[in-house]
Protein backbone atom coordinates (compact mmCIF):
# COMPACT_ATOMS: atom_id res chain seq x y z
CA UNK A 1 0.00 0.00 0.00
CA UNK A 2 1.47 3.31 -0.92
CA UNK A 3 -0.27 6.08 1.53
CA UNK A 4 1.51 9.42 1.92
CA UNK A 5 0.39 12.57 4.08
CA UNK A 6 0.18 16.37 3.35
CA UNK A 7 -1.43 19.30 3.54
CA UNK A 8 -4.38 18.64 0.91
CA UNK A 9 -4.84 15.20 2.48
CA UNK A 10 -3.58 11.24 2.57
CA UNK A 11 -3.12 9.04 -0.51
CA UNK A 12 -3.45 6.05 -1.40
CA UNK A 13 -2.72 4.03 -4.15
CA UNK A 14 -4.34 0.29 -4.42
CA UNK A 15 -4.42 -2.68 -7.05
CA UNK A 16 -6.72 -4.80 -6.59
CA UNK A 17 -6.05 -8.69 -7.74
CA UNK A 18 -7.10 -11.83 -6.91
CA UNK A 19 -4.50 -14.49 -5.33
CA UNK A 20 -4.07 -17.98 -4.42
CA UNK A 21 -2.88 -17.49 -0.51
CA UNK A 22 -2.70 -19.98 2.33
CA UNK A 23 0.13 -21.82 4.05
CA UNK A 24 -1.12 -25.37 4.17
CA UNK A 25 -4.84 -24.79 2.10
CA UNK A 26 -4.81 -22.35 -0.50
CA UNK A 27 -7.77 -20.55 -1.35
CA UNK A 28 -8.54 -17.71 -3.62
CA UNK A 29 -8.20 -14.39 -2.61
CA UNK A 30 -8.91 -10.57 -2.69
CA UNK A 31 -5.92 -8.55 -2.07
CA UNK A 32 -4.92 -4.82 -1.86
CA UNK A 33 -1.02 -4.56 -3.08
CA UNK A 34 -1.16 -8.13 -2.41
CA UNK A 35 -2.14 -8.03 0.93
CA UNK A 36 -4.75 -9.84 2.90
CA UNK A 37 -6.87 -8.80 5.11
CA UNK A 38 -7.27 -5.12 3.63
CA UNK A 39 -5.34 -2.15 4.49
CA UNK A 40 -6.71 -0.09 7.38
CA UNK A 41 -6.91 4.00 6.41
CA UNK A 42 -5.75 5.51 9.12
CA UNK A 43 -6.74 9.75 9.11
CA UNK A 44 -5.23 11.97 11.20
CA UNK A 45 -8.36 13.79 12.20
CA UNK A 46 -11.92 14.64 10.87
CA UNK A 47 -12.06 16.42 8.22
CA UNK A 48 -9.02 15.12 6.51
CA UNK A 49 -9.53 14.63 3.02
CA UNK A 50 -8.40 11.11 1.66
CA UNK A 51 -8.07 10.03 -2.26
CA UNK A 52 -8.02 6.10 -3.12
CA UNK A 53 -6.53 5.74 -6.80
CA UNK A 54 -7.76 1.86 -7.41
CA UNK A 55 -6.77 -0.06 -10.09
CA UNK A 56 -8.73 -2.92 -10.91
CA UNK A 57 -7.24 -6.44 -11.73
CA UNK A 58 -10.01 -8.36 -11.24
CA UNK A 59 -12.55 -10.04 -14.07
CA UNK A 60 -15.89 -8.11 -12.74
CA UNK A 61 -16.04 -4.44 -11.53
CA UNK A 62 -14.86 -2.89 -8.16
CA UNK A 63 -17.24 -1.09 -6.43
CA UNK A 64 -16.24 -0.11 -2.82
CA UNK A 65 -18.50 1.66 -0.35
CA UNK A 66 -16.97 4.26 2.01
CA UNK A 67 -18.67 4.21 5.15
CA UNK A 68 -19.40 7.55 7.41
CA UNK A 69 -17.76 9.80 4.16
CA UNK A 70 -18.57 12.56 2.33
CA UNK A 71 -17.59 11.35 -0.62
CA UNK A 72 -16.33 14.17 -3.54
CA UNK A 73 -15.35 14.82 -7.00
CA UNK A 74 -16.66 11.15 -7.50
CA UNK A 75 -20.12 12.14 -7.53
CA UNK A 76 -21.26 9.00 -5.18
CA UNK A 77 -20.10 6.25 -7.58
CA UNK A 78 -19.50 2.72 -7.03
CA UNK A 79 -16.61 2.37 -9.03
CA UNK A 80 -15.30 1.28 -12.66
CA UNK A 81 -14.64 -1.97 -14.58
CA UNK A 82 -11.08 -2.63 -15.71
CA UNK A 83 -9.77 0.51 -15.35
CA UNK A 84 -8.16 2.91 -12.57
CA UNK A 85 -10.75 5.17 -10.63
CA UNK A 86 -9.61 8.01 -7.77
CA UNK A 87 -12.64 8.07 -4.80
CA UNK A 88 -12.33 11.11 -2.84
CA UNK A 89 -14.02 11.40 0.46
CA UNK A 90 -13.98 13.53 3.61
CA UNK A 91 -13.51 11.42 6.78
CA UNK A 92 -16.42 12.96 9.54
CA UNK A 93 -16.71 10.50 12.58
CA UNK A 94 -13.99 9.99 15.01
CA UNK A 95 -13.18 6.69 15.42
CA UNK A 96 -13.88 3.35 13.45
CA UNK A 97 -15.86 2.63 10.26
CA UNK A 98 -15.57 0.50 7.42
CA UNK A 99 -15.21 0.08 3.79
CA UNK A 100 -16.17 -2.82 1.91
CA UNK A 101 -17.22 -4.22 -1.53
CA UNK A 102 -20.36 -3.93 -2.98
CA UNK A 103 -20.54 -7.50 -4.08
CA UNK A 104 -20.83 -9.93 -1.38
CA UNK A 105 -18.22 -12.65 -2.89
CA UNK A 106 -15.50 -10.31 -3.61
CA UNK A 107 -16.35 -8.84 0.45
CA UNK A 108 -16.18 -12.24 1.54
CA UNK A 109 -12.90 -13.22 -0.77
CA UNK A 110 -11.22 -10.05 1.59
CA UNK A 111 -12.65 -6.70 -0.28
CA UNK A 112 -13.11 -4.97 3.16
CA UNK A 113 -11.72 -3.05 5.63
CA UNK A 114 -11.27 0.07 8.62
CA UNK A 115 -10.94 3.12 8.38
CA UNK A 116 -9.80 5.07 11.99
CA UNK A 117 -10.24 8.18 12.59
CA UNK A 118 -7.82 9.56 15.12
CA UNK A 119 -9.25 12.85 17.35
CA UNK A 120 -6.36 15.80 17.33
CA UNK A 121 -3.43 15.21 19.32
CA UNK A 122 -4.46 17.89 22.33
CA UNK A 123 -8.45 15.90 22.38
CA UNK A 124 -9.34 13.22 23.96
CA UNK A 125 -10.26 10.21 22.48
CA UNK A 126 -14.52 9.81 22.78
CA UNK A 127 -15.90 7.16 25.19
CA UNK A 128 -12.05 6.50 25.92
CA UNK A 129 -12.26 4.22 29.15
CA UNK A 130 -10.49 5.56 31.89
CA UNK A 131 -8.58 3.43 34.41
Known sequence: MVASGGARGLFYNWEVKQ???GSSYKEQVVTINGR?????IQAHHQGNRVFVRVTNRLSQNVAI???DTQQIQSLGSDGTG???FTYI???????KSQYDSYYTMQMVAGLHG???VLPLYSMAEPFAQRL
Not at 36 to 40: I, S
Not at 89 to 95: K, P
Open 19 to 21: EMM
Open 36 to 40: HPAPT
Open 65 to 67: HWH
Open 82 to 84: DVT
Open 89 to 95: FIVHQLG
Open 114 to 116: LID
